[in-house]
């Protein structure tokens, strides 16, 4: 049975969390201080080692005073001393290889503890440090994610191996689009990397590389709409885009790591490949019976990246809007490299005709 006072405790807990805000920003004034439990060992992994702690704006989980003061009392009893030594030691070596430390682990689990006095109360579900809590499996912290950018991957390169076994090596656009799979597999791997490890480093590269493959798309589009008549134009773009994409990693980098303006670029160069491929299928409609595979793929995937609107706490603690947006692009790398294996054989024939390409 429990104790009249731990009743007494437990009622006053979700009296003082009653006081807060269901769904504004505010921090629910007043939290109790729970007791802190032991530091459980968890498993997360990243494929870095030594990265820097991630700086975001603070989110109303995190901002909660319960949530400190757990994290403060789990730190003083657990993170020093004997105690340290003691997880440090019996700290699985993939855990320690990736950065996990005692601090981390409190973190993680003063995190759970302020989740589940919110449930208790009826309040919605909070971030914290910007992100939604997820229950970490194995060496993954954001399970679903890593798996989904990884399957991405996986379905790139599948793809990219059969347009090399399909597509001579001397078809007009061979050398552009391995170039392509090449920085597109790169993004799919530091996205593997950041979900399963979320550090001021892989964010970096994760965000960077996302860009990088929107700006080889642009390029990928140029060459193929304008590069194969006019080689100086395609070189010219080429040579704008490196140029963008450095301002952009370096404003971010040196100036502010500014995630609305992350967010505005993407989306404005984002729509300028959409645009420009839509142009292309609908000029071409008529004569390349397979130009509809093209419009297919830039319609799903800007249509797809709405998921990212439907932001809600994750579901079993693993799906979240996020994950969902990744799983869903699974499919599309297959219909993508059907467009590029159909289109390539087209210019190498047309080639061997003597044919204008348009």
């Not at 397979?290 to 419009?295: A, F, L």
Request: glycine residues 6%; positive net charge.
């Amino acid at each position: 049975m429990v104790k009249d006072g731990e009743e007494e405790e437990g009622r006053e807990n979700e009296a003082k969390l009653s006081t807060g805000t269901r769904d504004t920003g505010k921090t629910a004034m007043g939290l109790p201080r729970p007791p802190c439990t032991s530091v459980r060992l968890a498993a997360a992994v990243a494929l870095l080692a030594a990265a820097l702690v991630r700086p975001v704006e603070p989110s109303q989980g995190d901002k909660e005073p319960v949530y400190r003061d757990c994290v403060k009392q789990c730190v003083r009893v657990n993170c020093t001393g004997v105690r340290l030594k003691g997880f440090e030691s019996a700290q699985p070596p993939y855990m320690a290889l990736t950065g996990w430390t005692c601090r981390d682990d409190c973190r993680y689990q003063c995190m759970w503890t302020t989740v589940g006095l919110y449930q208790a109360g009826g309040y919605r579900v909070p971030q914290f440090h910007g992100k939604w809590p997820f229950a970490r499996f194995l060496c993954f912290e954001e399970p679903a994610s890593a798996l989904a950018s990884l399957l991405n991957g996986l379905a790139c390169l599948l793809m990219l191996l059969r347009y090399r076994s399909s597509v001579p090596r001397h078809s007009p656009m061979y050398h552009t689009i391995n170039a392509f799979s090449l920085v597109s597999l790169n993004a799919w791997f530091w996205s593997t990397i950041f979900h399963t490890r979320d550090t001021y480093l892989t964010e970096k590269m994760d965000y960077f590389c996302a860009t990088a493959v929107i700006l080889y798309s642009i390029y990928l589009c140029c060459v193929r709409t304008l590069g194969l008549k006019r080689p100086g134009v395609s070189s010219m773009v080429g040579v704008l885009l490196i140029l963008v994409f450095t301002s952009h990693v370096s404003y971010l980098t040196f100036v502010s790591f500014d995630y609305g303006y992350n967010m505005l670029a993407n989306v404005t160069i984002g729509m300028a490949n959409l645009l420009w491929w839509l142009c292309w299928c609908w000029q071409n409609r008529r004569t390349l019976p397979y130009w509809w595979k093209c419009g297919a793929v830039v319609l799903l995937l800007h249509g797809l990246a709405l998921l990212e609107l439907l932001d809600f706490p994750p579901l079993l603690w693993v799906f979240d809007a996020h994950a969902v947006w990744h799983l869903s692009t699974i499919p599309v790398h297959v219909l993508f490299y059907s467009f590029l294996i159909d289109d390539s054989l087209f210019l190498l024939n047309t080639e061997k005709l003597g044919v204008k390409v348009e």
